[in-house]
């Protein structure tokens, strides 16, 4: 199993400042490439504080020039909110940038927020048309001359300037999580990127399920690769309540992803205020017993147990996530600690 990064700028009041939360980032990336991580994946949100992250391919050139070896994965692009021969291009460019450490991931996308500013107001729920068509598109021109005729877009004959480094093309991630998303994935040759969300490892079998029938479908097709990724937060084995710290900002954080999930305040300089505590009360995911039980939180020796169960399902990556509304000296805390005393059970 290999191990991977994936990371934002978590903001939820004025301060700290961007530039600081980006320098915070950047060396949460050095510490896991020192660790032996695989990828740091950035994904792509736009208006949205506590997700501050709208260029991932910004974040990713600059620590293509500051790191060595780590691979930089865009975690994902949102298909909807692009155009194929600009996001080709504009990919391809940082695979040349990194001499070939790109790791392209793209999803259909969540946020109505998002949705409702930056492309007339589709139905999130509709974004999965253009991932369909995105995905052979950019293969097409990532490949050379290319034309499509689409019911999401239409273009002459192009070929991407310039073209990837990495041959035939970048590895592509595609975020999946109902049977048909796998399928898609599995027939176009693209590896899977799955989260559990707040659910626990009944729903992480599931996915892997999904993904292992998709596999079974198209025996044709070289199995790809399938990652994890979880919040992920760890104490040491001598403090037997340091679990609370993590579940207690977990549950803080899904409160966040509840408020803008459902879209209904105003906001007011990119913040939304988390749903109070009352508003899930009734909501068993919420307890901190829950989130401990369902996340990534525990000490390391808890941690191992769990990861070995997700090798066992096929899973060839886990992706360590950091957002989770700790600061930053916390996250590297736990991450350091991840890196020292669960990682060495997988080499």
């Given at each position: 199993?290999?191990?991977?990064?994936?990371?934002?700028?978590?903001?939820?009041?004025?301060?700290?400042?961007?530039?600081?939360?980006?320098?915070?980032?950047?060396?949460?990336?050095?510490?896991?490439?020192?660790?032996?991580?695989?990828?740091?994946?950035?994904?792509?949100?736009?208006?949205?504080?506590?997700?501050?992250?709208?260029?991932?391919?910004?974040?990713?050139?600059?620590?293509?020039?500051?790191?060595?070896?780590?691979?930089?994965?865009?975690?994902?692009?949102?298909?909807?909110?692009?155009?194929?021969?600009?996001?080709?291009?504009?990919?391809?460019?940082?695979?040349?940038?990194?001499?070939?450490?790109?790791?392209?991931?793209?999803?259909?996308?969540?946020?109505?927020?998002?949705?409702?500013?930056?492309?007339?107001?589709?139905?999130?729920?509709?974004?999965?048309?253009?991932?369909?068509?995105?995905?052979?598109?950019?293969?097409?021109?990532?490949?050379?001359?290319?034309?499509?005729?689409?019911?999401?877009?239409?273009?002459?004959?192009?070929?991407?300037?310039?073209?990837?480094?990495?041959?035939?093309?970048p590895p592509i991630w595609?975020?999946?999580?109902?049977?048909?998303?796998?399928?898609?994935?599995?027939?176009?040759?693209?590896?899977?990127?799955?989260?559990?969300?707040?659910?626990?490892?009944?729903?992480?079998?599931?996915?892997?399920n999904k993904f292992n029938?998709?596999?079974?479908?198209?025996?044709?097709?070289?199995?790809?690769?399938?990652?994890?990724?979880r919040h992920t937060y760890?104490?040491?084995?001598?403090?037997?309540?340091?679990?609370?710290?993590?579940?207690?900002?977990?549950?803080?954080?899904?409160?966040?992803?509840?408020?803008?999930?459902?879209?209904?305040?105003?906001?007011?300089?990119?913040?939304?205020?988390?749903?109070?505590?009352?508003?899930?009360?009734?909501?068993?995911?919420?307890?901190?017993?829950?989130?401990?039980?369902?996340?990534?939180?525990?000490?390391?020796?808890?941690?191992?147990?769990?990861?070995?169960?997700?090798?066992?399902?096929?899973?060839?990556?886990?992706?360590?996530?950091?957002?989770?509304?700790?600061?930053?000296?916390?996250?590297?805390?736990?991450?350091?600690?991840?890196?020292?005393?669960?990682?060495?059970?997988?080499?």
């Amino acid at each position: 199993m290999q191990f991977s990064l994936f990371v934002h700028m978590e903001r939820y009041s004025d301060q700290p400042s961007h530039r600081q939360l980006f320098e915070e980032l950047c060396e949460l990336v050095k510490i896991a490439e020192a660790g032996g991580f695989r990828t740091a994946w950035i994904g792509e949100h736009h208006g949205m504080q506590y997700t501050s992250s709208p260029s991932p391919v910004a974040q990713l050139a600059y620590l293509a020039a500051k790191t060595e070896k780590i691979r930089l994965g865009a975690g994902t692009f949102v298909a909807p909110f692009w155009d194929p021969i600009r996001l080709a291009g504009e990919a391809a460019l940082l695979d040349v940038i990194s001499n070939g450490r790109l790791e392209f991931g793209i999803a259909r996308g969540a946020y109505q927020f998002e949705f409702d500013r930056l492309v007339d107001g589709m139905s999130a729920a509709d974004g999965g048309k253009a991932l369909r068509e995105m995905i052979p598109a950019l293969q097409g021109l990532w490949a050379g001359d290319y034309a499509h005729e689409g019911e999401v877009y239409n273009f002459p004959m192009t070929t991407s300037v310039p073209q990837p480094v990495q041959g035939p093309r970048p590895p592509i991630w595609i975020a999946a999580r109902d049977p048909n998303s796998h399928d898609f994935a599995v027939k176009s040759n693209c590896n899977v990127m799955v989260t559990a969300l707040m659910k626990g490892d009944e729903e992480v079998e599931d996915l892997a399920n999904k993904f292992n029938v998709a596999c079974a479908n198209h025996p044709d097709v070289s199995r790809p690769d399938l990652m994890l990724l979880r919040h992920t937060y760890v104490h040491e084995e001598s403090d037997p309540e340091g679990w609370r710290k993590g579940a207690e900002a977990l549950n803080l954080f899904y409160r966040y992803f509840l408020a803008w999930f459902k879209n209904d305040q105003p906001g007011k300089g990119g913040f939304f205020d988390p749903a109070p505590p009352e508003a899930v009360a009734d909501n068993p995911e919420f307890s901190l017993e829950s989130l401990r039980r369902n996340m990534m939180v525990g000490t390391p020796s808890e941690i191992v147990e769990r990861l070995k169960q997700y090798e066992k399902l096929g899973f060839t990556e886990y992706s360590f996530w950091t957002d989770n509304t700790l600061p930053f000296e916390e996250k590297k805390r736990s991450l350091e600690l991840f890196i020292r005393e669960v990682v060495p059970h997988f080499r």
